[in-house]
T-cell receptor, first 116, second 113 residues
């Protein structure tokens, strides 16, 4: 079945540094990937939609200069949290769409980011 | 715009009892509906989905859900709860011009022995 690999699964970084999270579709080509943020005991908030070869579309209220998304190939999307601060600490999850019409999605295992 | 409402942020049932997790949606286009389960510090696993066709959908681990257009609902049920069912459950909707997946706020299911 469709598998999405997300790396790293957890990361601790110092305030002011940048962190890159990778999301790879292992056995299929994902033309669209999504990035979500999840606060403790809360739902998943869609941050942005990433399409291969084009700029990401960010949801309202998400800082595009802080959360840089790159979808350079059909199997890889990256999220870079720039100049991280403690309030950026969260659980980040990527998802790949299996088609263009919303029939199916596969999720990565998530990345726990802690900024100290 | 699409949205999902999950009634009950916490649900507790006894082992062996019926599980009912409620989900209502709002969509201006025919919706695609999903139920996902999440265990602590993990990603999401698809339980089942409705796209078109039969309104009663059977998923993994004995779960099923029924799409009721007249009630704009997609409630998740399981006849007999197992301890391993304890987790967070999310209802989600997609469809329309974009294929964004929009989540409800989640329901934490606890199973009492």
């Amino acid at each position: 079945g469709a598998v999405v690999s997300q790396h790293p699964s957890w990361v601790i970084c110092k305030s002011g540094t940048s962190v890159k999270i990778e999301c790879r579709s292992l056995d299929f080509q994902a033309t669209t990937m999504f990035w979500y943020r999840q606060f403790p005991k809360q739902s998943l908030m869609l941050m942005a939609t990433s399409n291969e070869g084009s700029k990401a579309t960010y949801e309202q209220g998400v800082e595009k200069d802080k959360f840089l998304i790159n979808h350079a190939s059909l199997t890889l999307s990256t999220l870079t949290v720039t100049s991280a601060h403690p309030e950026d600490s969260s659980f980040y999850i990527c998802s790949a769409s299996l088609d263009r019409i919303g029939y199916g999605y596969t999720f990565g295992s998530g990345t726990r980011l802690t900024v100290v | 715009a699409q949205s999902v409402t999950q009634l009950g942020s916490h649900v507790s049932v006894s082992e062996g009892a019926l599980v009912l997790l409620r989900c209502n949606y709002s969509s201006s286009v025919p919706p695609y509906l999903f139920w996902y389960v999440q265990y602590p510090n993990q990603g999401l696993q698809l339980l089942l989905k409705y796209t078109t066709g039969a309104t009663l959908v059977k998923g993994i681990n004995g779960f099923e859900a029924e799409f009721k257009k007249s009630e704009t609902s997609f409630h998740l049920t399981k006849p007999s709860a197992h301890m391993s069912d304890a987790a967070e459950y999310f209802c989600a909707v997609s469809g329309g011009a974009t294929n964004k997946l929009i989540f409800g706020t989640g329901t934490l299911l606890a199973i009492q022995p």
